[in-house]
Structures are given as structure tokens and as C-alpha cells.
């Protein structure tokens, strides 16, 4: 990868001077708090409902770029706006986070989606590394034992699910928590965060990747096993790649140089499988027996996918210097930058058809906000200063 220096200054430029500058501009809501997420392809709103994750995803990213960028003002100011009406409306009596409200605050949806708290714990954590305010700590700490104590049944009476017919584990909480902890670990026990990144490593490389089958599968049986069924058959290949970089990172948190080599090695299994050979991009989901899928939506081309793969092989490159990675991440990149960025209004659009023709001209929504495209790029601009550093190193 030579041209990591240009790559890290084109990164930093696009976060700093584009995205971050877009959100700042058309998502505070300076009346009742909180952020318009719903954002036109001009950044004008188009509804006012605030989802939970997405505020909390938000207060995370302005925090996490004053922690470790630069201390700027404007951008603690603007997680604090997310920040207080997260802690007047986010929950319920019992301290879990709902899913949406509407703009003043009002509950819309009951809190039957886990990732609300997710990215509050990580959201409130960051905010107290920013402020040392023993408030977002504690709520940061009580938001991560919740989550851990709804492990086994994350959307308990809001299931609607059939008990016991077909028990199924879902990917997606072990997979975040293996990112969760080291947002986290500041404020956590030590036996906790060891703990939980056992688990976290156990269940995305020996549960839910299936060595047989080359994937990493959605859904397994309670005991972890392939249940052939359409959610037992699903596969999200972008789910799958970036969960390789957040098991790299633990990886490299407890010295494991294997378990590196073998997250890369599964990254480059996962975008084989899903990368459209006929017009290029990565699937957004597919039947890992080649069955019809459920999901109409499964042959778009979606934003996060296309960043965290390019997060998981800039590392993989990193960590391992394997050429796999270099050349897997060139086509991301070509991809990538010739698809999703808007030049002209800012931003990224967020969903593609198969071709690569933009679907929806929205810059944000329901699932889409002020998260993926800014943390994507300020990981991939550190990743390749890290690798200039490396290769320089190298020549001296």
C-alpha cells in the first residue's frame, strides 16, 4: 500500500471538512435538543423522530473526535446537546434506553432494541472522558451491566418470537460487545473486561463463523449450531467484516498474534463470498445455501458495509502485511469513493441498487446517522498513518 500518506491526508479531509461540518450544520436541534437525524440529500429534515441509537451514536462520535483529535469546542457543545436530552427522555423506569421518541422527547417505541444501550454505554463513557462528570460514568457503567444482564433474552417481553419452537442466538450483540468493552474499559472492572472479550472472541470466531460453511452466520442454535431455516441460512457479509476488525483490535489488546492472522484470514473469505462479481460492491445480505431470501432489499449496495470492510483489510494490512488485504483494500476504496461520497450536497449516500445507481438520495434516517461514514473514516485515517509510520520504519 504506498500511498497510505495521501490516503490518510484524503481521510482526515473528508471527516474534518465535510462530514463532520454537515452534521454540525443541519442536525442540532437547538429547541428541544437531541438531533434531526432524517436529513435530505441537501441536509434539510424531512422528519423530526429521534432514534435512540442514532442520538447516542452521534454524542459518541463528537465526543470520541474531542477526546482524540482535537478539543474543540463546537464539538463538546454539540454532544452535550445530545447528550442532556438523552439523559432526560432516554429511558424508562427501569434504566433501559428506547428505541425512538418523537421530537420533544416523548416515548415512541419501547425499548426492545439492545443497541440503544449499546451505544449509550459507549456515548456516556466517551462524554466522561471528555468531562470527568461522575454522572455519564455512572450511567455509562449501569447501561454496560444491563446490557450484560439482558444477554441471554436482549428483547425479553418485547420477543415476538414463539418460545422454545426455535431458539436462535443472534450475532449482532456478541459482535458489538467485542467493540463495547474496549470503549468501555476505562470504567469497568479488569475481570469484567477480560471477561467479556473472552466471550466476545469465542462467540464470533467459534460460534457464529462456521468453518465448514466459510461465513459467519446471522443466527445459530441455542447450543451453536447451523439451523437451516431463513434466518439460520442468513448471512450479512458486512456484519461479518466488521466484526474482524473489532476482534483484530482485541487481538492486538492481548498480544494474540494468531487470532490476528485468523480474523484477517475470515475477512477475505467474508468479501469473496460477498462481493458481486457482476457489478461490483458487496451484497448487503445472502443465503448461505444460495436459497430466496426474505430480505427484498439483499442485493444493495449500503454504505457501512463498504467502510468497515475498508476498516477490516486497512488493518488486516497493517497487522499483517498480507498483499490479500492491499489488493482487497484498492477495490473497496475505487468502489467506494466512485459510489457513496456526494461532492456536491456533502456527505455519503447511504443506499445504492445493484448496480451502484444511488436508491434513496437521503443522507440520513432511521438507520442512518452521524456514525458509520465519520468513525469509518477517522479509523481508516489513523490506520494508514499507522502504516506510513510502519513502512517508513521499514526504509530506515
Not at 447516542?56 to 482535537?70: D, S
Not at 476505562?186 to 467459534?206: C, F, K, N, W
Not at 483494500?329 to 441498487?353: I, M, V
Request: negative net charge.
Amino acid at each position: 500500500m504506498t500511498n497510505a500518506d495521501a490516503l490518510a491526508d484524503l481521510y482526515k479531509r473528508q471527516l474534518l471538512t465535510d462530514v463532520i461540518p454537515f452534521w454540525l450544520s443541519n442536525s442540532l436541534d437547538n429547541e428541544y435538543g437531541g438531533y434531526f437525524t432524517c436529513l435530505d440529500e441537501a441536509g434539510c429534515v424531512y422528519d423530526t423522530d429521534k432514534f435512540i441509537w442514532l442520538q447516542a451514536r452521534q454524542v459518541w462520535t463528537l465526543a470520541m473526535l474531542y477526546n482524540t483529535v482535537e478539543k474543540r469546542p463546537e464539538w463538546l457543545e454539540a454532544a452535550l446537546v445530545g447528550a442532556n436530552f438523552l439523559e432526560a427522555h432516554g429511558t424508562d423506569g427501569e434504566g433501559n434506553w428506547y428505541f425512538a421518541l418523537n421530537r420533544e422527547g416523548k416515548p415512541l417505541v419501547q425499548p426492545y432494541n439492545i443497541f440503544s444501550d449499546c451505544f449509550a454505554a459507549m456515548a456516556f463513557g466517551q462524554l466522561y472522558k471528555a468531562t470527568g462528570r461522575d454522572s455519564y460514568a455512572a450511567l455509562a457503567k449501569a447501561t454496560f451491566h444491563n446490557i450484560l444482564k439482558r444477554r441471554s433474552d436482549p428483547k425479553g417481553k418485547y420477543n415476538k418470537q414463539y418460545p422454545d419452537t426455535r431458539p436462535l442466538q443472534n450475532f449482532a450483540l456478541p459482535m458489538i460487545l467485542c467493540n463495547l468493552v474496549l470503549e468501555i474499559e476505562h470504567l469497568i472492572e479488569p475481570s469484567l473486561v477480560d471477561d467479556t472479550i473472552r466471550y466476545g472472541i469465542q462467540a464470533v470466531m467459534d460460534t457464529f463463523y462456521q468453518q465448514g460453511l466459510s461465513v459467519v452466520l446471522e443466527n445459530v442454535t441455542a447450543d451453536g449450531r447451523f439451523s437451516d431455516s431463513f434466518e439460520g441460512r442468513l448471512v450479512n457479509p458486512g456484519h461479518g467484516l466488521e466484526a474482524m476488525w473489532f476482534v483484530m483490535d482485541l487481538a492486538k489488546r492481548i498480544g494474540d498474534t494468531a487470532l490476528v492472522k485468523k480474523a484477517t484470514d475470515i475477512a477475505v473469505q467474508l468479501v469473496e463470498y460477498g462481493w458481486d462479481r457482476k457489478h461490483g460492491g458487496i451484497f448487503y445480505f445472502l443465503d448461505v445455501k444460495g436459497k430466496p431470501m426474505q430480505q427484498l432489499e439483499w442485493d444493495q449496495k449500503l454504505w457501512w458495509v463498504h467502510i468497515e470492510a475498508m476498516i477490516a483489510f486497512a488493518k488486516g494490512y497493517l497487522h499483517t502485511g498480507d498483499e490479500r488485504c492491499a489488493r482487497w483494500f484498492n477495490k473497496l476504496h475505487d468502489y467506494t469513493w466512485s459510489h457513496f461520497p456526494d461532492a456536491e450536497g456533502g456527505e455519503w449516500y447511504g443506499y445504492l441498487n445493484r448496480r451502484g445507481e444511488v436508491l434513496l438520495p437521503l443522507k440520513g434516517g432511521k438507520w442512518k446517522g452521524c456514525f458509520h461514514v465519520p468513525r469509518g473514516l477517522f479509523q481508516l485515517w489513523k490506520t494508514m498513518e499507522a502504516i506510513s509510520a510502519k513502512q517508513q520504519a521499514v526504509v530506515i
